[in-house]
T-cell receptor, first 109, second 112 residues
Framework: GENVEQHPSTLSVQEGDSAVIKCTYSDSASNYFPWYKQELGKRPQLIIDIRSNVGEKKDQRIAVTLNKTAKHFSLHITETQPEDSAVYFCAAPPGKSTFGDGTTLTVKP | NAGVTQTPKFQVLKTGQSMTLQCAQDMNHNSMYWYRQDPGMGLRLIYYSASEGTTDKGEVPNGYNVSRLNKREFSLRLESAAPSQTSVYFC???????????FGSGTRLTVV
């Protein structure tokens, strides 16, 4: 999207390894940073989010970190499992084109 | 609590036909959105409604119209379908702004 750049577009890891996906945004007004997971043929679902007054948030094996000065935030998945294989999207509302283009994560057993 | 309900789930149209995609949410959310997702691609915003009574264009509005019928319902209309509109359409809602979208299950539309 024009407001958010997401990298990498594809990521392949071995089961048990960590995965990191990074997003860079341009709108200084952005203060809420969610991550969505979309399994094949299904709807995107919110998995974790962070607000601009917090630098890091964890939920079991997933975490999101935010660097507001540098305008980037990252999704970290530890101890990856095959069921983590999906497309992951970041977002940085407000803005008309708020989603990143997605990262296809493949976890190899 | 159904969340966000979209109908229909599947639709095949002939070029030039019209149709309306329906979306309803039961979470008392203020904002609603329509996205399209082409194969292997990301989510592109078509139209959104920040609150009841308002609608605005998104990234790819051409060929579409919307109606925010009430707080619950937000419909998307294709007046004259074209093959380029073959896609999966997702409706979403959020309490306000872009916070924590809840997506519908999608409508798979094919225009032949």
């Amino acid at each position: 999207g024009e407001n958010v750049e997401q990298h990498p577009s594809t990521l392949s890891v071995q089961e048990g390894d960590s995965a990191v996906i990074k997003c860079t945004y341009s709108d200084s007004a952005s203060n809420y940073f969610p991550w969505y997971k979309q399994e094949l043929g299904k709807r995107p679902q919110l998995i974790i989010d962070i607000r601009s007054n917090v630098g890091e948030k964890k939920d079991q094996r997933i975490a999101v970190t935010l660097n507001k000065t540098a305008k980037h935030f990252s999704l970290h998945i530890t101890e990856t499992q095959p069921e983590d294989s999906a497309v992951y999207f970041c977002a940085a509302p407000p803005g008309k084109s708020t989603f990143g283009d997605g990262t296809t994560l493949t976890v190899k057993p | 609590n159904a969340g966000v309900t979209q109908t229909p789930k599947f639709q095949v149209l002939k070029t030039g036909q019209s149709m309306t995609l329906q979306c309803a949410q039961d979470m008392n959310h203020n904002s609603m959105y329509w996205y399209r997702q082409d194969p292997g691609m990301g989510l592109r915003l078509i139209y959104y409604s920040a609150s009841e009574g308002t609608t605005d264009k998104g990234e790819v509005p051409n060929g579409y119209n919307v109606s925010r019928l009430n707080k619950r319902e937000f419909s998307l209309r294709l007046e004259s379908a074209a093959p380029s509109q073959t896609s999966v359409y997702f409706c979403a809602s959020s309490e306000w702004g872009g916070d924590g979208y809840t997506f519908g299950s999608g409508t798979r539309l094919t225009v032949v």
